[in-house]
């Protein structure tokens, strides 16, 4: 069993262990700190310990990274050894053939580990199933949820299963799809499902009964409905959330024709959110997925009581604005997406490794040059013809990959494992190295590596390496097919980022490069704009 920071849960503290799954996820990421503040321990599973290890709660002495994954009992087990609770935050969110069978399997190990373990708890998170429809009519992301809680029940341990709906929250994907249908278009012809009935619920609110789930006596084993204290279709959410966001009023026109694969492609297309991932959201909302009892509430402490659907989106709102984001819904990798680290063989151990590679002696302190390089993305853009990478994140998600709209978490810090556009931080160096892969769909694995040191002289050095590993003829062929315009895109991207970081500003802002383009140039100066309104904004 692997530790991130050399002491593991045994090194202090006394409250109970719970084993966290999901850790890299939206809610796990969250919960986490929330145990510690509580007074728990926490060993944190997941399957690329290192993507943790940036986390503010990484190096807390109470906290345990270990490697495993919850489709391998060997590992599984051995993560549960000594754990109180365990919290099953983990399951596949996509409608890809298979998925079901994944999940069914991931929670009956996890049933039989934590009942060999003695663990005294489990806690579940799922979603929130509409009233008096059958299951085999529910959609497929549903119907797994109710049966992965079902078995869980089953296990012999004592199970707290909630189950949630609309979860308001920045950086969740519920919330991204909501706030950015809202701002984009202010007309909108949508689905019917916008006048369906369901009950949002705050993250806030979703961690705190997370936790009194934990501490539920023994004999409480059941599942637990979720939501906030309104009840609002999801027309109503738009049109408030406009207000709240001091937009003007918007004019929503549902259409009977958008099915939820033609819905979650227009949401694809609109948010960031992509449309393997809109496509289960988009059909948990063909029904209405109202709480039919309120039990939990119980459990939660007395004086705190839920936010609304307003306040909810204001904290949301505030946390975006002031850069506050913990995690983000693209925190998980995405399904489908390449996963292989960088190989450390230079010679690639007999496979073909095409390599593009640009290097310039930069006039600006290495402090400078490097604000630029974490800088990178989102709103900065990529320091080269930005068309290109318009139109290169557009064929993504018109293919079903993430595109260019994820954006960053964070405007100007960057952790291992977090999203950045259609890149993913798989190395950080802070100072030194950044090290992206990417998640757009390629026929073979790429990196992108950018590195800040000093030449021989003293001189501040940029040295920047883009790799590509095909996988099979078509990939050959799509290396050769672009290399032609390497000069432009990656050498403008190499030179560029030379020019902001020696134009950059004492306390460290900069913007792209003259290549960026007038457009690029534009949006940043609307953005600058409405960040001076006294509304909080998103960014």
């Known amino acids: 069993m692997s530790t991130a920071n050399g002491g593991g849960a045994d090194a202090g503290g006394s409250g109970p262990l ?212 309104e009840v609002l279709t999801y027309r109503e959410m738009m049109l408030r959330y406009a207000r709240i966001a001091g937009l003007p009023r918007r004019l929503i026109l549902p259409v009977p024709v958008l099915t939820p694969g033609l819905s979650s492609h227009w949401v694809g297309l609109v948010t960031p959110v992509p449309a393997g991932i809109a496509r289960p959201l988009t059909e948990s909302l063909r029904h209405e997925v109202v709480c039919r009892e309120h039990d939990i509430e119980r459990y939660l402490p007395e004086g705190s009581p839920l936010l609304g659907f307003d306040e909810a989106v204001r904290l949301a709102l505030r946390r975006i604005h002031q850069a506050q984001v913990a995690t983000r819904w693209s925190s998980a990798s995405v399904p489908g997406a390449p996963s292989d680290p960088l190989p450390t063989d230079p010679g690639w151990a007999g496979g073909s490794l095409y390599t593009d590679r640009r290097e310039r002696v930069v006039s600006a302190s290495p402090e400078a040059l490097w604000r630029v390089v974490e800088g990178i993305g989102g709103v900065h853009g990529w320091y080269s013809v930005p068309l290109a990478w318009t139109v290169r994140g557009l064929l993504d998600r018109l293919v079903g990959g993430v595109g260019l709209r994820r954006g960053r978490r964070d405007a100007t810090r960057l952790r291992v494992g977090e999203s950045l556009d259609f890149w993913r931080v798989e190395e950080l160096e802070p100072g030194r190295l950044l090290r992206l892969r990417a998640e757009m769909r390629l026929p073979g694995l790429a990196w992108l590596e950018m590195r800040v040191d000093a030449d021989e002289r003293g001189r ?72 001076r309104r006294p509304r909080p904004r998103p960014r």
């Open 18 to 229: 719970c084993l966290v799954t999901g850790a890299t996820g939206y809610i796990g990421g969250r919960l986490v700190p929330e145990l510690l503040a509580a007074g728990f321990r926490v060993r944190a599973l997941a399957r690329s310990p290192g993507r943790l290890r940036d986390h503010p709660w990484a190096g807390e002495v109470e906290v345990e990274v270990v490697k495993g994954d919850v489709t391998d009992p060997a590992s599984l087990g051995a993560a549960m050894e000594g754990v109180d609770i365990a919290y099953y935050l983990v399951h596949a969110l996509t409608t890809g053939p298979g998925f079901e069978r994944t999940d069914r399997e991931a929670a009956r190990v996890f049933g039989e580990r934590a009942r060999a373990a003695d663990v005294r708890r489990l806690v579940y998170l799922g979603g929130l199933a509409p009233a008096g429809v059958p299951e085999r009519e529910l959609s497929p992301h549903l119907r797994s949820r109710a049966e992965v809680g079902r078995i869980l029940l089953d296990s012999g341990v004592p199970t707290a299963a909630l189950r949630a709906a609309v979860i308001i929250g920045s950086g969740s994907a519920s919330f991204e799809m909501l706030r950015y249908l809202t701002e984009r278009l202010p007309v909108m012809v949508t689905p019917r499902w916008v006048h369906t009935r369901v009950q949002p619920v705050a993250v806030r609110d979703v961690l705190r009964a997370l936790i009194a789930a934990g501490r539920m006596p023994a004999e409480v084993s059941r599942t637990f409905d979720l939501g906030g204290p």
């Open 460 to 531: 501040t050095r940029y040295r920047q390496r883009a790799l590509f590993h095909p996988h099979g003829l078509l990939g050959h062929l799509y290396w050769w097919s672009v290399s032609p315009f390497h000069a432009l895109v990656f050498g403008g991207m190499a030179r560029n980022i030379a020019r902001a970081a020696a134009r950059a500003t004492p306390d460290g802002r900069h913007g792209p490069g003259p290549a960026a383009g007038r457009g690029r140039r534009y949006r940043l100066r609307a953005l600058t704009r409405r960040s």
